[in-house]
């Protein structure tokens, strides 16, 4: 239950009285003399309730009420008003306020009332956060797409950890889409509005990597002309995106741990230690304990980055993706070049769901710009692929979710679509994933 409460009144004594009553009811009361002080300290989403006097110096309650209601229009005000301001209080009702209590008021009044008040304000934010939630599913879905069963654990996993202050590893084969996983963790949590620092680890040269990673003084090694700030330190309240961190090089292996374990670094040839605010999403294909255990990795450092672990499933284990991945593919090069993507035939999307695609969802998104460019079939033949079984498994999850789109989710007519009865289709629904809400048009 929310117990929020701020009391703004330019009398002390009944400032005193309010928080006295309201705190051994359980309440956590704020005070302020004036509503411009209110104003300036109220924090955005305030999840409680606003009590305030009708006649004060400066900003009258009635001014506070207009400024509260254009900042959250749902945020409930209850004014306190002398017998003359009654009529005044009953127009700021019409105008948004909750509640109006008449000098003097008991303390079971206010109590009435507020307890009222935070319930409506309980139901709102609760309200809001069903929509914030239903807007962050579909946006996440058109970021990661996908039907299959392990996109839609992968989007849960994803929006469960994008608000949590840990580090994260992505375990995953080449093309798999790691930095496109990353990048969501980032976008949809707090650290959205600050830097996203993608860096892969074997790409860089061993000599040069302390200082593209922590930077460096002028004059710290020959060349190094100027200060120049690392990676770590522009990425400072953000997120860096560590990717292949198995090739990272074990000296600086070290530092990063140190820069993890006290958010600090020292920029090469330099004395003074900088504090940094960072995320850490690294990616690797191999297991880290196991490269540990090699010697090529250390340890400690491996059981810091994997406070939470996400695996991304390859293509071929989950093929019911793949005719929706083609068709985003191809539609998105096809409107980069004014044009219409070429449709599919029968045998084409046969050959799609047989193919094993060992570049994964990079191999594929090339093989779909050549289709939409028109050089050609979209796969190669494949020699073992999946078996006839898993072929048609897929191919019956594409034809679900075209019927489920075409009709916007509207069950009757994907059932005269498809010619099958209702309870078949939910077997078939529930055995692939599919749920009629996430094919419904939102306005």
């Given at each position: 239950m929310l117990n929020s409460v701020i009391v703004v009144d330019d009398e002390a004594s009944i400032r005193n009285a309010v928080e006295q009553w309201l705190s051994l009811s359980g309440f956590s009361v704020q005070l302020f003399a004036r509503a411009e002080d209110c104003l300036a300290q109220l924090p955005a989403h305030f999840p409680g309730v606003i009590i305030s006097d009708v006649r004060m110096p400066g900003i009258g309650g009635l001014q506070l009420l207009e400024r509260l209601q254009a900042q959250d229009a749902d945020l409930p005000v209850i004014l306190l008003t002398g017998h003359g301001d009654v009529p005044m209080a009953v127009e700021a009702m019409r105008n948004g306020a909750y509640d109006f209590l008449e000098k003097?008021?008991?303390?079971?009044?206010?109590l009435g009332s507020l307890r009222r008040a935070l319930e409506k304000r309980q139901l709102v934010l609760e309200n809001r956060r069903l929509h914030e939630q239903a807007d962050l599913k579909a946006r996440l879905a058109d970021t990661l797409l996908g039907m299959s069963q392990g996109l839609q654990q992968l989007r849960r996993q994803v929006l469960e950890l994008a608000?949590?202050?840990?580090?994260v590893l992505i375990r995953g084969d080449t093309g798999s889409g790691k930095e496109r996983v990353a990048r969501c963790l980032h976008d949809f949590g707090p650290r959205a509005d600050k830097?996203?620092?993608?860096?892969n680890?074997?790409?860089?040269p061993e000599a040069l990597f302390e200082a593209e990673l922590f930077g460096h003084e002028s004059g710290?090694?020959?060349?190094?002309?100027?200060?120049?700030?690392g990676k770590l330190e522009y990425a400072n309240g953000g997120t860096v995106f560590l990717d292949e961190i198995e090739s990272m090089p074990l000296a600086q292996q070290a530092k990063l741990l140190r820069?993890?374990?006290?958010?600090?670094?020292?920029?090469?040839?330099?004395?003074?230690?900088?504090?940094?605010?960072?995320?850490?999403?690294?990616?690797?294909?191999?297991?880290?304990?196991?490269?540990?255990?090699?010697?090529?990795?250390r340890e400690d450092l491996a059981y810091r980055l994997n406070v939470a672990e996400?695996?991304?499933?390859p293509l071929r284990e989950r093929r019911e993706d793949i005719p929706l991945l083609f068709e985003h593919f191809a539609r998105t090069a096809a409107e980069r070049l004014g044009r219409s993507a070429p449709p599919l035939s029968g045998g084409q999307?046969?050959?799609?769901?047989?193919?094993?695609?060992?570049?994964?969802?990079?191999e594929l998104a090339n093989a779909a710009e050549r289709h939409a460019l028109g050089l050609g079939s979209p796969s190669a033949e494949s020699v073992g692929g999946p078996s006839l079984g898993e072929q048609m498994e897929a191919f019956e999850a594409q034809c679900l979710r075209a019927a489920l789109r075409q009709h916007k989710g509207e069950i009757k007519g994907v059932m005269e679509t498809l010619q099958v009865p209702r309870r078949t289709l939910n077997e078939k629904m529930q055995r692939h994933g599919l749920v009629r809400e996430d094919f419904i048009e939102r306005e």
């Amino acid at each position: 239950m929310l117990n929020s409460v701020i009391v703004v009144d330019d009398e002390a004594s009944i400032r005193n009285a309010v928080e006295q009553w309201l705190s051994l009811s359980g309440f956590s009361v704020q005070l302020f003399a004036r509503a411009e002080d209110c104003l300036a300290q109220l924090p955005a989403h305030f999840p409680g309730v606003i009590i305030s006097d009708v006649r004060m110096p400066g900003i009258g309650g009635l001014q506070l009420l207009e400024r509260l209601q254009a900042q959250d229009a749902d945020l409930p005000v209850i004014l306190l008003t002398g017998h003359g301001d009654v009529p005044m209080a009953v127009e700021a009702m019409r105008n948004g306020a909750y509640d109006f209590l008449e000098k003097p008021f008991t303390p079971q009044h206010l109590l009435g009332s507020l307890r009222r008040a935070l319930e409506k304000r309980q139901l709102v934010l609760e309200n809001r956060r069903l929509h914030e939630q239903a807007d962050l599913k579909a946006r996440l879905a058109d970021t990661l797409l996908g039907m299959s069963q392990g996109l839609q654990q992968l989007r849960r996993q994803v929006l469960e950890l994008a608000g949590l202050p840990v580090n994260v590893l992505i375990r995953g084969d080449t093309g798999s889409g790691k930095e496109r996983v990353a990048r969501c963790l980032h976008d949809f949590g707090p650290r959205a509005d600050k830097p996203f620092v993608a860096l892969n680890c074997a790409a860089i040269p061993e000599a040069l990597f302390e200082a593209e990673l922590f930077g460096h003084e002028s004059g710290a090694f020959t060349g190094a002309q100027g200060k120049r700030i690392g990676k770590l330190e522009y990425a400072n309240g953000g997120t860096v995106f560590l990717d292949e961190i198995e090739s990272m090089p074990l000296a600086q292996q070290a530092k990063l741990l140190r820069v993890i374990q006290e958010q600090k670094l020292e920029r090469l040839g330099a004395n003074q230690s900088i504090s940094v605010d960072l995320r850490i999403i690294a990616a690797t294909k191999p297991d880290l304990l196991e490269e540990a255990r090699a010697g090529r990795f250390r340890e400690d450092l491996a059981y810091r980055l994997n406070v939470a672990e996400l695996r991304l499933a390859p293509l071929r284990e989950r093929r019911e993706d793949i005719p929706l991945l083609f068709e985003h593919f191809a539609r998105t090069a096809a409107e980069r070049l004014g044009r219409s993507a070429p449709p599919l035939s029968g045998g084409q999307l046969a050959q799609l769901l047989g193919h094993d695609w060992p570049g994964n969802v990079r191999e594929l998104a090339n093989a779909a710009e050549r289709h939409a460019l028109g050089l050609g079939s979209p796969s190669a033949e494949s020699v073992g692929g999946p078996s006839l079984g898993e072929q048609m498994e897929a191919f019956e999850a594409q034809c679900l979710r075209a019927a489920l789109r075409q009709h916007k989710g509207e069950i009757k007519g994907v059932m005269e679509t498809l010619q099958v009865p209702r309870r078949t289709l939910n077997e078939k629904m529930q055995r692939h994933g599919l749920v009629r809400e996430d094919f419904i048009e939102r306005e």
